[in-house]
Each structure stands twice: as structure tokens, then as C-alpha cells.
């Protein structure tokens, strides 16, 4: 192996990488921010009383947790023209993050509020409780707990995916990565040094959600 | 526009064999390391415990997109001129035994405590303990995660094609940038994607419902 590694000129580069990661944090916050809306509705609308409205948001679960991601930025990608409506690829890349999130998080979320049984519920009726209050405290409360860490990892996997946004040429960590590599030769360099920059995203990530979990969560249960 | 005849799709079937190839290959090569992975982040050595923690973190840590690349270059830059497709496949093997280490890990701390305090009553070794006793147990309790993970191993074949690699997704991009109806293509390519995990996905969610039944 004679090949001298030169991380300069990445380092050089390192203004705009940091432009590039914020840029990743802001569509994993946008794309989590949607995805939570979309799996509260999601679960409300899957115990709707119209079978077709049922039937809809399980396709939609099925559909986008078995096929690949990349598939489905190209497919809204290419489909939102179509449709009359034209996105930067940025805005693009935020919803079909928030479109694969979404999916995963109504599984999630059902499963959470399916945790919950009916004795609970009757139980804080009749100790007098409110109905909201019934539903913040023994439905809402104990149901994210239970969900808390599989939610957590969604997210965090979410986070990472932004990466293949670089496919249709949206603004984050990988792509402006790219653009180093193309005007430097230093692939192995620059994709090791953004490699970095993921794993200190994600580590601080689940650090944050392992204290707001303490903060929250820690109470006892039995 | 030109129509999606019988050679697009004979091409995107060739794209489907190495989607296919590629998800075994990182499936049985993760599989053998990410047993050992599970044994060593289980096992007594404090030091064993710690490197395994470690490699987790990393290759959980990272986006798979970027351990292609690092591997991909990687491996360029020792000199060794191997094929594209063994590149790969070197990546997504690391990237399974991460995974799937970690999945085996939680099910051999699954086993009741109880069946290797049996075994060591019974005067048995390590090796019979974990051959004969634990792992048969962990292997029936880590099935749904295990066929959840090949799903995803499968869906993140297709990131091989960002470094340039023909498999499903990029055979789909080529034909949909010769044909320009990339809606049609991607469909196809879609439909093809979830035939083949959605399945898999049933039949995990089958035996967890089955093992949740039991657990009652």
C-alpha cells in the first residue's frame, strides 16, 4: 500500500461539511416532525369506522415498510412534477422522509396505544378522573413510555437515511461530501471524515433522548 | 416516450439477481460473523464485551450509504483490485454482522438465567452450554428479528447502486432514463422490491404474533 493519505484538503473544506451536517439535522427534524404527525393520524384513521379508510392506511404501511427508500424518493421525485407540483429537491427529500417515517411510526404508535388495556381506562373513571385527564395520564403517558425505544431508534435511523437524499441531489452532509470528492480525488478521505460527522450526529442524538427519557419516564410501575 | 418491453425487463431480472445475490451473500457472511459478534459481546472478557459494543456503535451508527463508500474506496486504496460486486458484498457482510450480533445478542440475554445455571449444575462446558442449551433457545426467540432485518438488508441492497453497482434500483434507473417514464419504471421496480420482502415480513409478524400467544 503506497497511497498517502492527505485529510488537508477535507479539512479544508470543513465550513462547508458543518453547513452540510446542520443542513441534515434540519431534514431529520423536519422529516421526524412529520413523520410523528403522520403516525398520529395514521393510527386515528386506521380505527376509523370506514373500511376503505382502514384498508388505505394499512396498504400504505405495507407498502413503504417493503420497498426501498431510494425507490421511493425517486418515485415522489419524478411523480410531484406530474402532478403539476414543483419542489426543490431539498423539499422534496423532507417528504419522502416524512413519507417512510411516517409508515414506520403509525406501526409503532398502534402498537403503543394497543399496550394499553380497557381496565386501565375504566379504573381512572372511576377514581373520578377526567376523561382528558384519563386519556393524558393513563392512555397518553404510559403508552409513548412503551414505545419510547423502538420510536427512538426510528428516529435515529431516519436521521441516518438523509444520506441517500444525495440521490436526487438534495442539500445535506453526503451530497455537499460529492461535490469535495469531485473537485479533490480524496473519496476515501472525504467519506471517512463525514463518516465521523454521522456517528458524533447520532451519538449525541440518542444521548439527548436517553436524558429526556430519564427525565420523563422514570417512574415506577409496579 | 418508448414502451417497457421484453428486454427492459429482462434487464431489471438481471438487476434482481444480484439484488437477490448480494442480500444472501450479506445475510449468511453477517449471519457466521455476527454469531461470533453475539458470543463475544456475551461473553465474560470485559475487553471482548467492549470491542464488540464498539463495532455495534460504528456500523449502527453510520448510514449504510457511507459504509459502502469507506469500504468501496477503502479497499481501492490497499491496491487490491477486486471486482465492484466483491466490494460490496464486503460491506453489507459488515454491516449484518453488526446487526444481526446485535439482534442474537438480546436473545441469548433472553434465555432464561435459569437454563445456564441448569448447565453449569450439570457440569458442562461452554461450548455444549451455548451449543446445546442457549443458542437453540435464542435462535427460536430471535426469528422475528432476524427476518425483519433480512427485509432490511434487502431494501438496502439498492444503496449499492449510488456507488454505481447494477443491481435492481440502478438497472431501474438506467431503463427509466432510456424510456423516460421513470413513474412506470419505479413502479415496477417497486412492485418487484415488495413481492419479494413483503412475505418475509408476514411470516416474521406471523411467528412473533404466535410467540407472543405462547408467552401468555
Known amino acids: 500500500m503506497n497511497y498517502v493519505f492527505d485529510f488537508g484538503v477535507v479539512f479544508e473544506k470543513m465550513p462547508e461539511l458543518l453547513l452540510g451536517a446542520?443542513?441534515?439535522?434540519?431534514?431529520?427534524?423536519?422529516?421526524?416532525?412529520?413523520?410523528?404527525?403522520?403516525?398520529?393520524?395514521?393510527?386515528?384513521?386506521?380505527?376509523?369506522?370506514?373500511r376503505l379508510m382502514r384498508g388505505a392506511v394499512i396498504a400504505f404501511v405495507e407498502v413503504v415498510r417493503n420497498t426501498p427508500f431510494l425507490v421511493q424518493i425517486f418515485f415522489i421525485f419524478f411523480a410531484l412534477p406530474m402532478m403539476g407540483i414543483r419542489l426543490n429537491p431539498t423539499v422534496t427529500a423532507i417528504i419522502a422522509l416524512a413519507v417512510n417515517g411516517?409508515?414506520?411510526?403509525?406501526?409503532?404508535?398502534?402498537?403503543?396505544?394497543?399496550?394499553?388495556?380497557k381496565g386501565q381506562v375504566e379504573a381512572g373513571l372511576a377514581l373520578g378522573l377526567h376523561k382528558f385527564q384519563v386519556f393524558r395520564l393513563i392512555v397518553l403517558k404510559p403508552a409513548i413510555r412503551t414505545i419510547y425505544p423502538s420510536l427512538v431508534s426510528q428516529f435515529i435511523m431516519l436521521t441516518l437515511t438523509t444520506a441517500v437524499c444525495t440521490s436526487i441531489a438534495a442539500y445535506e452532509l453526503t451530497s455537499v461530501a460529492q461535490m469535495i470528492e469531485s473537485d479533490t480525488f480524496r473519496s476515501f478521505e472525504v467519506y471517512f471524515t463525514i463518516t465521523i460527522m454521522y456517528l458524533f450526529i447520532s451519538s449525541i442524538m440518542?444521548?439527548?433522548?436517553?436524558?429526556?427519557?430519564r427525565h420523563f419516564f422514570s417512574y415506577p410501575t409496579r | 416516450m418508448i414502451p417497457i418491453g421484453a428486454n427492459e425487463m429482462l434487464f431489471l431480472m438481471q438487476g434482481l439477481k444480484w439484488?437477490?445475490?448480494?442480500?444472501?451473500?450479506?445475510?449468511?457472511?453477517?449471519?457466521?460473523?455476527?454469531?461470533?459478534?453475539?458470543?463475544?459481546?456475551?461473553?465474560?472478557?470485559?475487553?471482548?464485551?467492549?470491542?464488540?459494543?464498539?463495532?455495534?456503535?460504528?456500523?449502527?451508527?453510520t448510514p449504510l450509504l457511507m459504509q459502502l463508500f469507506v469500504v468501496y474506496y477503502g479497499v481501492a486504496l490497499f491496491g487490491l483490485s477486486i471486482p465492484a460486486w466483491v466490494a460490496v458484498a464486503i460491506a453489507f457482510t459488515l454491516h449484518a454482522s453488526a446487526f444481526l450480533g446485535e439482534i442474537w445478542r438480546g436473545s441469548i440475554e433472553a434465555v432464561p438465567k435459569g437454563q445456564t445455571e441448569a448447565a453449569n449444575a450439570l457440569g458442562l462446558h461452554y461450548v455444549s452450554r451455548m451449543k446445546d442449551i442457549i443458542l437453540p433457545q435464542a435462535l427460536k426467540i430471535s426469528l422475528p428479528a432476524t427476518i425483519g432485518f433480512l427485509v432490511q438488508l434487502i431494501k438496502g441492497t439498492s444503496l449499492a447502486a449510488i456507488v454505481g453497482f447494477i443491481e435492481l434500483a440502478r438497472a431501474g434507473q438506467i431503463i427509466s432514463n432510456q424510456t423516460y417514464r421513470p413513474l412506470l419504471v419505479f413502479t415496477i421496480v417497486g412492485l418487484i422490491y415488495f413481492a419479494l420482502c413483503w412475505p418475509l415480513s408476514r411470516l416474521g409478524a406471523r411467528l412473533e404474533s404466535r410467540m407472543a400467544k405462547a408467552a401468555r
Do not use: P
Not at chain 2, 439484488?19 to 465474560?44: E, M, N
Open chain 1, 102 to 117: 411516517g409508515a414506520y411510526a403509525i406501526e409503532i404508535i398502534r402498537g403503543g396505544v394497543e399496550s394499553i388495556s
Open chain 1, 22 to 50: 446542520a443542513s441534515t439535522l434540519g431534514l431529520a427534524i423536519a422529516g421526524i416532525s412529520l413523520a410523528l404527525i403522520i403516525g398520529v393520524l395514521g393510527v386515528a384513521a386506521r380505527s376509523s369506522k370506514y
Open chain 2, 19 to 61: 439484488t437477490v445475490a448480494l442480500a444472501a451473500i450479506g445475510f449468511v457472511g453477517g449471519g457466521v460473523f455476527g454469531i461470533l459478534i453475539a458470543l463475544a459481546r456475551t461473553a465474560k472478557r470485559k475487553w471482548s464485551r467492549t470491542l464488540t459494543a464498539g463495532y455495534i456503535w460504528v456500523f449502527q451508527g
Open chain 1, 206 to 213: 440518542m444521548g439527548l433522548f436517553a436524558l429526556i427519557s
